[in-house]
């Protein structure tokens, strides 16, 4: 199976910072890449799919780039609401998720 | 608005078979392109695919759970199951049901809000 890795496993960050999340597969999955937001208690919440195409409903401060076997995820200017944990999925075969990212108040 | 609830014990022994049911509203279990699906979330494991069915039947499963572990739909209730056997200590998880398109969860529009289910004796 595709395995997925993400970096870092966790991080600091203030209201206001750009903040980029990495995700790394074991091969390449072209853009079959999806990022997802998921606070406490609660769902995942789909972000970006296909890599790069922001959710309808998303804000515009989060986009995703990569291709490949590299993926990332950027948040232009993170808002209180965003301190959550991350995770990517692969849906190029048998769906995988990497461990996650957790961003929280510095 | 489309809403998944997932419904089933929150408490099976060991070596038992899980039993969980999603109820879908808002929308048709029949509608294409979407599947059907279920995620498991444990401190342990992390996020996990489960499998996921379309409404015609089709099913595709996590092939590490692939004997253990089956999905089935009934158009008539609008509901879809997850049945798991031989449960371990190890799948006590979160259990979440999600709508998507393709087969690999392509995109995933909708989660059920998840159902604890603990594995012990």
């Known amino acids: 199976d595709i395995q997925l890795t993400q970096s870092p496993s966790s991080l600091s960050a203030s209201v206001g910072d750009r903040v980029t999340l990495t995700c790394r597969a074991s091969?390449?999955?072209?853009?079959?890449l999806n990022w997802y937001q998921q606070k406490p208690g609660k769902a995942p919440n789909l972000l970006i799919h296909?890599?790069?195409r922001l959710r309808s409903g998303v804000p515009s401060r989060f986009s995703g780039s990569g291709s490949g076997t590299d993926f990332t995820l950027t948040i232009s200017s993170l808002q209180p609401e965003d301190f959550a944990s991350y995770y990517c999925?692969?849906?190029?075969?048998?769906?995988?998720f990497g461990p996650g990212t957790e961003v929280d108040i510095k | 608005q489309l809403q998944l609830q997932e419904s089933g014990p929150g408490l099976v022994k060991p070596s038992e078979t899980l039993s969980l049911t999603c109820s879908v509203s808002?929308?048709?279990?029949?509608?294409?392109?979407?599947?059907w699906g279920w995620v498991r979330q444990s401190p342990g494991k992390g996020l996990e695919w489960i499998g996921n069915?379309?409404?015609?039947?089709?099913?595709f499963y996590n092939p590490s759970l692939e004997g253990r572990v089956s999905i089935s739909v009934d158009t008539s209730k609008n509901q879809f199951s997850l049945r798991m056997t031989s449960v371990a200590a190890a799948d006590t998880a979160v259990y979440y049901c999600?709508?998507?398109?393709?087969?690999?969860?392509?995109?995933?529009?909708?989660w059920g809000q998840g159902v604890l289910v603990t594995v012990s004796s």
């Open positions: 999600v709508r998507h398109e393709g087969q690999w969860m392509v995109e995933v529009d909708y």
């Open positions: 808002g929308d048709s279990i029949r509608s294409s392109p979407f599947y």
């Open positions: 069915v379309f409404w015609s039947g089709t099913t």
């Open positions: 091969q390449n999955i072209a853009t079959y």
């Open positions: 296909a890599a790069s």
């Open positions: 999925q692969q849906s190029y075969d048998s769906p995988t």
